[in-house]
């Protein structure tokens, strides 16, 4: 068996694949409650497993991947890799330094790479990141405020803005001001989302397809005007080629 995961600034999940790569149990840690005690109580499944082979991680939260690493290792004592520990570039030619690039997008990266097309693998995560893969080769990417993030600051910040939830709208113009604030973090995203790909496609001169992923990439998928594809398990997939350099 395998245990791959991706720890995030917000969550951490943990995944255990079978050596013919089913998936067997999937586990979502709220990544600001780990600690020793939090991963015992949570990971008593994989505790209770022996046949465990291959341990590997993706990690944008150094001391949390630390925190896990150690717990591991003492429960398996298995040596517990983060990707950026392996030669990836065996797997996708990244043309800048790997070590200025986020875990979580290399893994997108090697989960969407085919050889053969182009992508943009836009992941609506704490960050709203877009990242650029022509052929086998990864070329960089963007980062822009995380759709959450930046709601959850506005309400703090401004206090007639109540706590709310985002929803996809129909309508542009909000008659209260939770429809207004939701048109605005709707739409202004899908703007976002539109005129970096447009902005992208004409400086490479290249055609994309798109692959969505992250927390609220369900939201905006049918509603940007280009043609996109929805895979929010495509970190999970990247995780999975990786463990052939292990």
Not at 11 to 19: N, P, W
Not at 64 to 74: Q, R
Not at 161 to 185: D, E, H, M, Q
């Amino acid at each position: 068996m395998y245990v791959i995961g991706d720890i995030g600034n917000t969550e951490t999940k943990i995944c255990v694949y079978s050596t013919q790569k089913k998936i067997i149990k999937k586990i979502i840690l709220k990544s600001n409650l780990i600690n020793s005690q939090y991963l015992k109580k949570n990971l008593s499944y994989i505790l209770k497993k022996k046949a465990i082979k291959k341990i590997i991680f993706s990690s944008v939260v150094p001391k949390l991947f630390k925190l896990i690493k150690y717990f591991l290792l003492k429960n398996f004592k298995l040596k517990v890799f983060e990707i950026k520990e392996l030669n990836i570039n065996k797997l996708i030619n990244i043309s800048v330094n790997k070590n200025q690039i986020g875990s979580d997008r290399l893994c997108n990266a090697i989960g969407i790479n085919d050889n053969k097309n182009n992508y943009i693998i836009i992941d609506f995560g704490t960050a709203t990141t877009f990242d650029v893969i022509i052929k086998n080769k990864y070329l960089g990417g963007i980062i822009a405020p995380g759709v959450l993030l930046s709601l959850n600051t506005l309400v703090s910040k401004a206090s007639l803005i109540p706590s709310l939830k985002l929803k996809k709208v129909k309508n542009v113009l909000g008659k209260n001001t939770v429809s207004a604030v939701r048109s605005g973090f709707y739409w202004g995203y899908i703007g976002l989302v539109e005129n970096i790909i447009d902005k992208i496609s004409k400086h490479t001169k290249k055609k994309y397809k798109l692959i969505l992923t992250g927390g609220y990439s369900h939201l905006f998928i049918k509603s940007i005007k280009q043609k996109a594809r929805l895979d929010k398990d495509i970190t999970m997939k990247g995780l999975l080629k990786i463990t052939k350099l292990l």
